[in-house]
Each structure stands twice: as structure tokens, then as C-alpha cells.
């Protein structure tokens, strides 16, 4: 089969010619017809991510459909169309990862080829009204925004949120998710196009954090946040303490900024805030994250479609942050 | 009556003859036998604190026997022996103190003095089991380390926790609220004999916080903690961070070591962790606490008990931060 093979660091993302794998009890063999691209991707050919190893294919995000299966049980998914739940061996905790917790992608093989084996048990039929392509766009992504979101900011309907750096494959999601669950959403960017674009989409309003203040025009146009949504840190940290309400709730899944910034934990305290790490979810999580799509008719906002073949420019497109939704690779056989 | 009477910043702590208080509807006139003091006192004093005005009565911690009550319907206090809840006008919210809450003792006159002036409604009745003086000891220092320990760090029977700066009115009735809960208990202190005396009350163990690797000897007593109940924040935050066990909630009600240290975001979200800034309590959280007591029969740690012309050296006392326990001011008449 035809798979983006890295054999070592920094190696442009090309086609190779691979085996297709074999399948061993409670796997599964899935046609991928699309794969979607995260910011891990990118870290992983870089050398910027713990634990890799080569040769591998990668990718977590894919949607195909099932062509074989070891165990007699798993037969009813042949010939369904599906999507997989990029988190392996979350474990039995809900509330966090096990031990052994790995994404799809590294060190398994990913999603990034013609074929992907798989535990039958990561496997989710694909929204009917979603295409291969908008469908091989959510799970990573979505499954972070939802779980950031509702298990970790626990937002509820009616509330003001915050989702900072719009744009991003998290974060959009992020975005819908809240506007369908009835909340008032607001977004930064350093883009006023993409500031644009996120209100065409549903947003009430958002500011350019290229802004001086601006927090404090953030903090005009809504009058504080229940709820901030964040995955930079850094300096703008203290400016989100500064504009979350009394008892509001900061949870974030990245620090792309760094550090938290200085003079912070008093205005916490006083406020009673709740500062929340979080990441990818739990198997349950994946399940109600694709049903809450289903329920509201969200369409992933895809950024652009690439061929195979074309993957080195696309991962070099993605690490210039110009795009405004996923960025999906097509996977003919 | 007589009261220590604050008239300028930076005076002493004198004895001086004022008026007794004039009670009005919903108000009764308390007898106080003892006050406590808090770090908040100090800051008051010393000009470190938002708000101050004079003259003012200092004291947020007081126990007494009510004399007056202006309302029919608060008649049945008189004779009562009392506690006092410091937290005034939290408001309709369990979740954060309303715009108007102030504290017992700025800008109300406080309970350094032989008479206080109340609303009913912050009173209730003391622990049968506890002097005066033990008694004096729990509002502010109980109704904090109640809310920070079960409401904001949410710790259950059987969890480990950790509390820092043993030694501290909050830190103390944190670690015999949470020994109480069932939990297994460890502490830091700048002090062996510290150590050693909160052991003799319970802890499991602690270590000194002047050791270079204070929190990796910590992580090897107890194999990481579930909660972690801080008021220093500072350098030493990010190894709180490090000892947290993954899904740990770290609340926190104070400062006094500063801003966060750096390099600490990435491991907060990977681990699922809980940042918790926390403060006194509500009217529920109050009364809760001091059913807590009783059911526990806690007794207080009193470090040591001051005569009211004495309060100047009791706070100068206070400022060094050797005492274990609560000072607190017995009032005769």
C-alpha cells in the first residue's frame, strides 16, 4: 500500500510503498479515503515530541471504511464507514490518562496511508452528514475541544465564553461546540479575516490580540467570561485572570506561550477561579463528542484538501498558522 | 467599654475607652470573652491592606456571650454562648463573595473589645466542648481551611494530602479537618519541631521546606498526593505541580511567596490537574464547619492566650511566625 513513511528526523513527508498490515484478534483493516493533519504531526517531524521511533506512518486522524476484521464479534463492522478514536488505552480513570496512554500515530502506525489496523473497539460510525473528508477532521481536534470544554470548563448554556487563538483546529471546534450548546462565544486571533470568519460562523464578537488592550476591549464588548478556553499560557495568561468573572473557570491544552505570566494567584483566589489542565479525553468522551455532532448537525471547518502525494506541502502549510480549519489529506487507492 | 482602637497607621496596639456600640434591628450586642488574631490583623496595622479607615476596632476571630438583641425575633440569643462568623454579606452565591462582602474587623469594628455589635445572623452558638479561648480561635482560620480543604480541593476519605506551612491558623485546622475526613495527612514547615508536633497530631509526615529536595522526599513518603492545599504559591508552586498525583487538585488561599514559577502549564494539562484559588467561606460553609467540629470534638491548637493591654506584644509575636497555633486576646471585664 501507498503510506507518508518517516524513516528519520527531519524528513520531508513522502509516499512510500509498504505492506499493508496484518490484522490480529479485536483489530480490524480500515480503508482510509481521508486523513486530517495536527500540529503533533508537524512536532513529530521535527523531533519535537517524546518517544519516537522509525520507520513509522503518521497521522491521528483518519476516516475510511472497514474491509476486514480478525474476531468473528467485530464481522458487522465490514463494509461500515467510520471514524477512530485517536486515544489508545486511556484506561479505566476518567478523569485522566493511564500509564500507557498513546495517541494514534506514534508509536502505532497512523493514519497517513491507504490502510490502518486497528482496535475494533476505537472504532465510531462516521455522522451520516458528514462527508470522508469532514469526518477525517474531527477526532483529534474535536475530541480535545469537547472534552476542554464540557468536562474540564464544565459550560453550560447561556454562559459567556472565551476561546482564544481562532483559527486552529481545537479551537473552531471549540467554537462550535459552544455556540450549539447555547453559549455566548467569543474569540481572539491575530487575524481579523479569521476573527471574520469565526463570526460568520456564530461567534458574538472577538478582538486581535495584536491589540495592546486587548483584554480590555475583550472585556467591553462581553462583560467577563464564565468560562476561557485557552492553549497558549505565556504572558497573556494574567490578561485572561484579569477578564474571567468571580468563579469562572480557565481551562486550557497547551502552552504554546510557555509559562504562566507574574502577579496572578491573588486575583485567583480572590475570584475563586478554577485553573484546569486538560488534553484529549476518554473513550466516553469520544462516543458523546460524535454524538453532540450528530445531534446539532456540526460541519468540521475544513481549510483545504491535499493529495498524498502532496503531504510535504501541506505540513509545511500547516507550520505557517494561516489556516483557518483542518487540513485534510485525500487518500485514493 | 474598653477596645484596642486603631487611629492612625503604624500604632501600636493600645487599650482605649470607647463607647459600647448602639445595636439596631436584626443586631445584637455580643459580651466578648476572646478574640483571635489573624495575619490580616498585622497587615491592617502595618497599612498592608485595601480599604482601611479610622478609627477602627481590629479583630475578625471573637466568641462571647450575647447581653442585647434588638429584634423580638433575636431575643432568644441572649444568655448564648456564641461564635461569630467573620464573613459578612457573602451573598447569594455558594460559589464566590459578593461585590459588598467585607470582612469582621475593617471597615465594621472588629472583636478586640469588650463588646461587639452583630447581625444575628452571623452567629453560632460555640462548640460545647471548647473554652472561650479554643472557640475564639476558628472563625476565619476554620471557615477557610473548611472551604479551601472540602470545597474547593474536594478531598475524600482516604486520599492523600498535602498541606504547606504547618504552623498557621489555616494550615492547622486544614490538617485536623482533613485527619477528621480520614485522609493521610502530610505537611511542610521551615520548622523540625513544627514537624514533629503536627505528627503528634496526626500527620503521617512531613518534611522541612529549607531541604533543597523538600518535595522529592515528600513524593517518596507518600507516592504523590491527591490534593494539596497551599498559601505560598511562588518558587515552590511548580514542585507542587511535580508531587501532584495525575487528576490532583491543588487549592490554594494565599500568596505569600508570590507569582507562579515558570515552566509549569505543560504538566498541569498533562496531568488533568485543578489550579483552586480559594478564600473564607460562605454562610452554609460556616455553619458546616462548626458542625464538623463538634462531630469530631476538634479542639483547636491555641498557641498561646494574651491579656487585652498585652495585644501589641501578641502581635508582635504574631509577625515573627513562630507560633503553632492560634494567639488569641482574652477580654474580661
Redesign the interface.
Known amino acids: 500500500m501507498k503510506a507518508i513513511l518517516l524513516e528519520s528526523l527531519h524528513q520531508p513527508l513522502q509516499v512510500k510503498s509498504v505492506q499493508v498490515p496484518e490484522i490480529s484478534s479485536g483489530e480490524v483493516l480500515v480503508r482510509i479515503h481521508a486523513a486530517a493533519f495536527n500540529h503533533r504531526d508537524l512536532w513529530i517531524q521535527k523531533g519535537q515530541y517524546a518517544g519516537i521511533i522509525f520507520p513509522m506512518i503518521p497521522g491521528a486522524d483518519g476516516c475510511g471504511v472497514v474491509e476486514k476484521a480478525a474476531s468473528t464479534d467485530d464481522k458487522k463492522w465490514i463494509g461500515k464507514e467510520v471514524i477512530i478514536n485517536p486515544s489508545i488505552n486511556w484506561g479505566g ?1 476518567p ?3 493511564a500509564t500507557d496512554y498513546v495517541i494514534l500515530g506514534l508509536p502505532h502506525h497512523g493514519t497517513f496511508a491507504q490502510y490502518l489496523k486497528i482496535e475494533s473497539r476505537l472504532l465510531c460510525e462516521k455522522p451520516a452528514h458528514l462527508s470522508f473528508v469532514e469526518a477525517a477532521s474531527i477526532p483529534l481536534a474535536g475530541l480535545t475541544a469537547f472534552r476542554v470544554l464540557f468536562t ?1 470548563a464544565r459550560v453550560q448554556h447561556g454562559e459567556k465564553v472565551l476561546i482564544t487563538g481562532a483559527g486552529g483546529g481545537v479551537a473552531l471546534f471549540a467554537i462550535q461546540f459552544a455556540i450549539a450548546a447555547g453559549c455566548e462565544v467569543y474569540i481572539t486571533s491575530g487575524s481579523d479575516e479569521k476573527i471574520a470568519k469565526a463570526v460568520s460562523l456564530g461567534a458574538k464578537g472577538g478582538v486581535n490580540y495584536k491589540k495592546e488592550n486587548w483584554h480590555k476591549e475583550l472585556q467591553q464588548q462581553s462583560g467577563g467570561f464564565d468560562a476561557i478556553v485557552d492553549s497558549a ?1 505565556g504572558d497573556n495568561f494574567a490578561k485572561l485572570v484579569d477578564i474571567a468573572k ?2 469562572g473557570r480557565i481551562a ?4 504554546t506561550l ?9 486575583k ?12 484529549m479525553g476518554n473513550d466516553v468522551e469520544f462516543c458523546e463528542m460524535v454524538n453532540f455532532i450528530i445531534r446539532h448537525q456540526i460541519k468540521p471547518v475544513v481549510d483545504s484538501v491535499w493529495d498524498l502525494d502532496k503531504a510535504q506541502q501541506a505540513i509545511e502549510y500547516l507550520s505557517k498558522g494561516e489556516q483557518f480549519g483542518k487540513i485534510v489529506l485525500s487518500i485514493r487507492l
Chains 1, 2 share one sequence.
Not at 252 to 255: Q, S, T
Not at 258 to 266: D, H, I, Q, T, Y
Open positions: 480513570n478523569k485522566v490518562q474540564r499560557c468571580p468563579a486550557f491544552y497547551g502552552a510557555g509559562a504562566f505570566n507574574s502577579g496572578v494567584p491573588a485567583i483566589f480572590w475570584k475563586q477561579l478554577d485553573i484546569l489542565g486538560s488534553t
